[in-house]
Each structure stands twice: as C-alpha cells, then as structure tokens.
C-alpha cells in the first residue's frame, strides 16, 4: 500500500538555527497536508498543498510540493521555542496516510 | 465552538475487560477516522467512515471494532483488550474523505491495559 516516510525522525536545535522536515512518498499524491503536534497535544492542521511544485509561507514556515508530487518539505527558518513539537505530513489519498513524524526539540 | 470530543480521556483496565471510547463531532462532517500513536510509529490508522454506515479497516484494526449509526458518533470498541492495545488514540474527522479538506483531531485517550 501507500507509504508516507519522513525524516529526520528527531531533530535538536539552537534557538534561532533553520530546521527542515522531509516527506517522501512511494506513490503520486492528489495532494499533502502539514500538521503540527505539541507535546502532550493532538494534530493540529497547518497546511495543503495540491499542486506540483507549489510553495507557501506561513511567517517563518515555507512549505513545498515536489514537480512530481511525489515528496514535500517543511522548512523553519530561524527557529523558536514555541516551534517545539512534532511534525506530520500526510498524503492525501483516501485513507490519508501520516508520515511518522520529526520532532522537533529546541534548545534555548 | 466546532470540535471533536472523545471520552474517557483517560482509563487504565485490565486484559479481556471490553470497553468504547466515544468520539463525537459537532460539525456535520461526513468522514471519521481512529487513530493510534506509540512511540516512534507514528499515526496509524484503525478504522474510518466514509459516512453513515459505512465503514472499512485502516492499517491496524485488528483487535478493533466500529459503529457508525448516526453522522456525528464513531464509537471505537475493544471487545477483548490486551496491553498491546495500550496506546494514545485520536479520533479525527473531516467534511468529505475525498478532496482539500483537513482533519480535525479529537483530544485523544491515553489507554493503558494491564
């Protein structure tokens, strides 16, 4: 079936260094979708992208969407602790399939 | 205020003790999904509703049981728990499977079976 991998699994970072997740999956996606999970909270949504090569910025946060639709990336740019959390990105295909997620640790 | 409410949020039982968590949505939303989180796998899909009555297995459902009776209720059901099944759940939903649209994430049950 489908599979959806991210990596890193975990990343630790300076306050203020850039941080980027990666999402992979073996198949075309329709589209893929962004979550945010903080410690000890539930996924919250953060983005869609649904077409190829496709980019969007949320203030600090720029996420893509591959020319094949195949692979995205979530890049944060000069990080803060209020970024701490996990990552996920899900491929939209019914079901929606989750990648394993990256968390993020930052370092004050 | 729109939103996913799932009960117990948390509950500790023993092996072979049947129990539900109960997942509701307040916002007319046609897909409903479980879901559980372990350490280091991630959100794997249990079960999910494309609508009433209509229900089909994600990646891990053994063990699991769903209803779907009315729109806004998806009930999960372990018959017979077992510690593997200790687990957080979330129960997520979603206007439409199919198409743009995000899933909102009930606050989850943290499950310990002894």
């Known amino acids: 079936g489908q599979q959806v991998m991210q990596i890193p699994q975990y990343q630790h970072v300076q306050e203020g260094e850039d941080f980027t997740t990666y999402c992979n999956s073996s198949?075309?996606?329709?589209?893929i979708q962004w979550y945010k999970q903080r410690p000890g909270g539930h996924p919250v949504f953060l983005i869609q992208?649904?077409?190829?090569?496709e980019v969007k910025k949320q203030k600090r946060l720029t996420f893509q969407f591959g020319e094949a639709k195949k692979n995205s990336s979530l890049h944060i740019t000069a990080t803060q602790t209020t970024d701490v959390g996990t990552y996920f990105c899900?491929?939209?295909?019914?079901?929606?399939?989750f990648g394993k997620g990256t968390r993020l640790s930052v370092i004050a | 205020e729109a939103q996913v409410t799932q009960n117990p949020r948390y509950l500790i039982t023993v092996t072979g003790k049947k129990l539900t968590v109960t997942c509701s949505q307040n916002?007319?939303?046609?897909?409903m999904s479980w879901y559980r989180q372990d350490p280091g796998l991630g959100l794997r899909q249990i079960y999910y509703?494309?609508?009433?009555?209509?229900?089909d297995k994600g990646d891990v459902p053994e063990g699991y049981k769903v209803s779907r009776k009315e729109k806004r209720n998806f009930p999960l059901i372990l018959e017979s728990p077992s510690p593997n099944q200790t687990s957080l759940y979330f129960c997520?939903?979603?206007?439409?499977?199919?198409?743009?649209?995000?899933?909102?994430f009930g606050p989850g049950t943290r499950l310990t079976v002894t």
């Open positions: 198949t075309t996606l329709s589209n």
């Open positions: 899900a491929g939209r295909n019914t079901p929606l399939v």
């Open positions: 509703s494309m609508n009433v009555e209509v229900t």
């Open positions: 992208l649904v077409k190829s090569g």
């Open positions: 916002m007319n939303h046609e897909y």
């Open positions: 997520a939903s979603s206007l439409q499977a199919s198409g743009s649209y995000e899933q909102y």
